[in-house]
């Protein structure tokens, strides 16, 4: 399992486009953020051990370093960790009733970011596809907007299952009008120095890229999310 993850990374790091190298390499995030408010809108980071902060220390994870980035910003957000290493898309499909139903508030934002172990196990894209779907229409139904973090497929899986596999992602986020990032780990791809030595995972400091990348996107989404 160990080599194919290794195949299927350097495949994904030839194809993907280099992420530009930030000039310095904390974020702002690492500064000292304002005190959160006990009203401020919750985000929801539903998704696999990409959110859940895979063999990283507490506070070091995407969940929770994207909250000290938008707050430290000026954007007042909290961010609760719903991310669960191994999970593919039909794992999360069963417990996301389960996980809405457990919040303590009701997220202004849910960011989705599944379909990685789909493909790593090369699931068939049409059933990733389906339960994405089902996730995104049962967000739909309770008027909980979403944002996708999207997932692409090794070009050693083959052209026809990179050709069912990549437009999931676009195609789902027009279908239900939510905002899109299209590739998430665009910013660590092929750089060692970022992953865990798994070759999949970002480090800490991996983290603070992809934070960086997106940290706007989803700002922009949650103002129309708070907006609506």
Same mark, same amino acid.
């Given at each position: #399992?160990?080599? *194919?993850?290794? @195949?299927?990374?350097?495949?994904?790091?030839?194809?993907?486009?280099?992420?530009?190298?930030?000039?310095?390499?904390?974020?702002?995030?690492?500064?000292?953020?304002?005190?959160?408010?006990?009203?401020?809108?919750?985000?929801?980071?539903?998704?696999? +051990?990409?959110?859940? =902060?895979?063999?990283? !220390?507490? =506070?070091? =994870?995407?969940?929770?370093?994207?909250?000290?980035?938008?707050?430290? +910003?000026?954007? $007042?957000?909290?961010?609760?960790? !719903? =991310?669960?290493?191994?999970?593919?898309?039909? !794992?999360?499909?069963?417990?996301?009733? *389960?996980?809405?139903?457990?919040?303590?508030?009701?997220?202004?934002?849910?960011?989705?970011?599944?379909?990685?172990?789909?493909?790593?196990?090369?699931?068939?894209?049409?059933?990733?596809?389906?339960?994405?779907?089902?996730?995104?229409?049962?967000? %739909?139904?309770? &008027?909980?907007?979403? #944002?996708?973090?999207? #997932?692409?497929?090794?070009?050693?899986?083959?052209? %026809?299952?990179?050709?069912?596999?990549?437009?999931?992602?676009?195609?789902?986020?027009?279908? &239900?009008?939510?905002?899109?990032?299209? *590739? *998430?780990?665009?910013?660590?791809?092929?750089?060692?120095?970022?992953?865990?030595?798994? &070759?999949?995972?970002?480090?800490?400091?991996?983290?603070?890229?992809?934070?960086?990348?997106?940290?706007?996107?989803?700002? $922009?989404? @949650?103002? !129309?999310?708070?907006?609506?």
């Amino acid at each position: #399992m160990r080599r *194919f993850a290794l @195949l299927l990374l350097a495949a994904l790091a030839a194809c993907a486009k280099p992420a530009p190298a930030p000039e310095v390499l904390q974020t702002e995030a690492a500064a000292a953020a304002p005190a959160i408010p006990a009203d401020a809108p919750v985000i929801l980071a539903f998704g696999d +051990s990409l959110y859940a =902060g895979y063999r990283l !220390a507490p =506070g070091e =994870g995407y969940p929770p370093r994207l909250e000290a980035a938008l707050n430290a +910003s000026g954007v $007042k957000a909290r961010v609760v960790n !719903a =991310g669960v290493s191994g999970d593919t898309t039909a !794992a999360a499909r069963e417990r996301l009733a *389960f996980t809405l139903d457990n919040q303590k508030v009701k997220p202004a934002l849910v960011l989705v970011g599944l379909g990685g172990n789909d493909m790593l196990r090369g699931l068939p894209p049409a059933e990733t596809r389906a339960n994405l779907e089902a996730i995104l229409t049962e967000l %739909d139904k309770r &008027h909980i907007p979403a #944002m996708l973090t999207g #997932m692409l497929a090794a070009p050693n899986m083959g052209k %026809d299952y990179v050709s069912a596999f990549n437009p999931i992602y676009p195609a789902l986020a027009a279908r &239900h009008k939510a905002p899109l990032v299209p *590739f *998430f780990l665009q910013a660590v791809i092929g750089n060692d120095a970022l992953l865990l030595d798994d &070759h999949i995972h970002p480090t800490a400091e991996g983290v603070n890229r992809i934070v960086a990348a997106t940290k706007d996107d989803v700002a $922009k989404a @949650l103002k !129309a999310a708070t907006a609506r």
